[in-house]
């Protein structure tokens, strides 16, 4: 478990890394939690895939 205290981006990317080791995750629980009050500038931008 973890948590982000004072964070200058509140809704956007999720992402899973390791310190410097080989790590596997199994059993992952995501939790979409309640609407805030979440401005543009807290909310990190879309990524556009770009055509092949």
Not at 11 to 20: A, V
Not at 26 to 33: H, S
């Amino acid at each position: 478990m973890n948590g982000v205290s004072q964070s200058s981006v509140k809704k956007g990317y999720l992402c899973l890394e390791s310190e410097g080791a080989e790590i596997h995750f199994r059993n992952l629980r995501i939790l979409e939690l309640p609407p805030g009050t979440t401005t543009p500038e807290q909310t990190a931008p879309e990524v556009k895939k770009s055509a092949p």
